[in-house]
């Protein structure tokens, strides 16, 4: 690997510049326009102040949060009552320092689990502090769920709705959209049935009137993972019977029996290593064919990737005026694969997401709002700062500031003007976040106790991906190719290791794990035979940087006790896959679909060749010119 110049250093120990508030933004920030309520302790809700007749407030009252007795209008489409709010904050007029923007496609089978994470966004804390939108944070949500009254925009706030841990699956599939206590900014007809220029108009729109420092863009639904075939219209019937074509004709087995039924919001679980066929969950394709997000029963709308990547690059090439969104998050299955990852390089600073299947109930968004408002980030933010203390005390700074041309002192000077990067700290804490809620006693826990076991969270760095790990996996692609043109066998190695790698639902495999099968490999061979050839040898040490630019790339990982029960080698497992064919099948039925991604086609600098395109078309057709 190439020196770590400093600012890796300081983005791998959670420091990061004070990054410029965009020209955008308004002048004052939402703590300074609304100052003279904080003393008054009026920037939270006080419902003695607030419980007026309606047309009674106070004119003065410029609140930070949503007094909802002074403000809240129930009628059948759910509370109106935001108008008022708006006009005496002028939201729009003063920044935050995060707005946090979700876009739940509910309208399926998700429904009644889109309107429990809205009630635990919601539910309030004793304190009054850390729920939904705070003086720190703005929650915008929009949410199309099965009803027909349209896609509901709502601002979340704390509402007078007590947080029970008691309630069950009968008491949530009861409830309606309209029964949320947040207020109703607005509906979108659910004529505009494209998701693309829905999730387009909702981003545009959020991000003017909400204007933050920060922002996070979670999408929430069903995924499949990569694609980028284009939604057509209109769409097939759901019911229709539509199975991943690669997966047809294949005889599917678990050890002891046929292969597993996903428990409803369950996980598929992971076969044991050493399988030769992999476990693929049988999965019904969305219009004929698998992959893609953000599924729509109702208009058979979904978002595939590239058209993901293009709104969010229109947003920032608009309002956000080319400052990249600062987390990405996949609140949706099978999402966290390099194919998707690199899709939002220059338009997300960091990914975040899951591998494997993830059960109904999605991120705990309850502790994840309480961790932001917080500025707590599951602990890491006190983590970070000892770790830098020590480092400073030891003088471990000294080299890599030599490296950049920097003193001792001077290097102190810098690192001392240095900012906590909260964009970070929260790419850090989800993984940790989503493993606490399925610990004994959390809210994931109580819901689906069996989930733990398969539970994967990840979240990588687009810019460590960009300046590390592609250009690894590209010259690994390079150096597996003169491996094979020196010894044609190893093409069917590779092959089999692909094979012992065991996949996540929908076939893809977790790219550090089959990086450290392939050493194992490589390995066994010079054992076996006493000697490597100089170009295996190339090669094994091209998997260790492949390795090491891993543990660059992927910030944190949660990964379930399936992963590492027993067989140490799971150990190696970062919770990010990557397309790796089960069969010349497989390939044969998929490869153009994935050559349409950043990361298949991204060349080594200087050079046009694809390698790791070029090494599987080898691989799954050793004899084709």
């Not at 904080?38 to 007026?52: A, F, G, R």
């Amino acid at each position: 690997m190439t020196s770590r110049p400093l600012k890796i250093f300081l983005l791998l120990f959670g420091l990061g510049l004070s990054l410029p508030v965009s020209a955008g933004l308004p002048q004052q920030s939402c703590r300074e326009a609304w100052s003279r309520l904080i003393p008054k302790n009026q920037h939270k809700y006080n419902y003695l102040l607030d419980e007026q007749a309606p047309g009674e407030e106070d004119a003065s009252y410029n609140g930070a949060q949503y007094p909802f007795p002074a403000d809240e209008k129930r009628t059948e489409k759910g509370n109106e009552g935001y108008s008022s709010w708006l006009k005496r904050t002028n939201r729009q007029n003063c920044y935050k320092d995060w707005t946090v923007l979700v876009y739940m496609a509910a309208d399926n089978d998700l429904s009644p689990y889109a309107l429990a994470d809205l009630y635990e966004m919601e539910a309030d804390f004793v304190s009054g502090n850390y729920a939904a939108s705070t003086l720190k944070t703005d929650l915008i949500v929009e949410v199309d769920t099965a009803d027909k009254e349209g896609a509901r925009r709502f601002h979340m706030f704390q509402a007078p709705r007590e947080y029970r841990t008691d309630i069950g699956m009968p008491v949530i599939r009861s409830w309606q959209a309209k029964e949320v206590r947040s207020p109703l900014v607005a509906i979108v007809p659910e004529d505009r049935a494209d998701h693309t220029e829905r999730l387009r108009e909702f981003l545009n729109w959020a991000v003017s009137q909400y204007p933050s420092k920060h922002y996070m863009v979670m999408i929430w639904g069903h995924g499949q993972g990569w694609t980028a075939v284009e939604p057509k219209l209109p769409a097939q019937s759901p019911n229709d019977d539509l199975w991943n074509p690669f997966l047809k004709g294949l005889e599917l087995k678990q050890p002891g029996g046929p292969v597993a039924e996903p428990r409803p919001g369950g996980l598929v679980p992971l076969g044991p290593m050493g399988s030769q066929t992999p476990d693929l969950e049988l999965v019904r394709g969305f219009q004929g064919k698998y992959g893609g997000l953000a599924f729509d029963d109702s208009s058979g709308s979904y978002l595939d990737i590239p058209s993901l990547r293009q709104v969010l690059q229109d947003v920032v090439d608009g309002p956000l005026e080319g400052k990249p969104f600062d987390l990405y998050v996949s609140d949706a299955c099978l999402m966290q694969q390099l194919e998707v990852a690199y899709e939002m390089e220059g338009v997300a600073r960091f990914v975040v997401g899951s591998a494997q299947i993830q059960n109904f109930f999605g991120l705990p968004y309850r502790r994840l709002m309480y961790e932001l408002n917080r500025g707590s980030f599951a602990g890491f933010r006190k983590q970070i700062f000892g770790k830098v203390r020590e480092l400073v005390a030891k003088a471990k700074l000294s080299p890599i500031c030599q490296r950049d041309g920097m003193a001792g002192e001077a290097c102190q000077r810098l690192i001392d003007s240095f900012e906590v990067d909260e964009a970070l700290l929260l790419g850090y804490a989800i993984p940790e976040i989503v493993r606490a809620s399925f610990s004994s006693g959390g809210f994931q826990w109580r819901m689906d106790q069996k989930g733990k076991d398969t539970l994967t969270m990840a979240s990588v760095s687009t810019a460590e991906m960009r300046n590390y790990l592609l250009p690894e996996l590209r010259h690994l692609g390079r150096d597996l190719l003169a491996l094979i043109d020196e010894e044609p066998e190893r093409a069917l190695e590779i092959q089999y290791v692909i094979g012992k790698t065991p996949s996540f639902a929908g076939g893809m495999k977790d790219v550090g794990l089959w990086a450290h099968l392939m050493q194992r490999m490589i390995k066994q061979e010079e054992m076996r035979h006493g000697f490597n050839t100089p170009q295996a040898k190339r090669v094994l040490k091209r998997l260790i940087e492949v390795d090491q630019a891993l543990n660059y790339s992927v910030l944190n990982r949660a990964m379930g006790e399936s992963y590492t029960f027993k067989d140490r080698s799971r150990a190696s497992f970062v919770g990010t896959s990557v397309w790796l064919p089960a069969s010349t099948e497989d390939y044969d039925a998929r490869v153009t679909d994935f050559q349409k991604s950043r990361f298949f086609s991204w060349p080594i600098k200087g050079s046009d060749a694809q390698h790791w395109q070029n090494l599987l078309r080898k691989v799954y057709h050793p004899f084709d010119p």
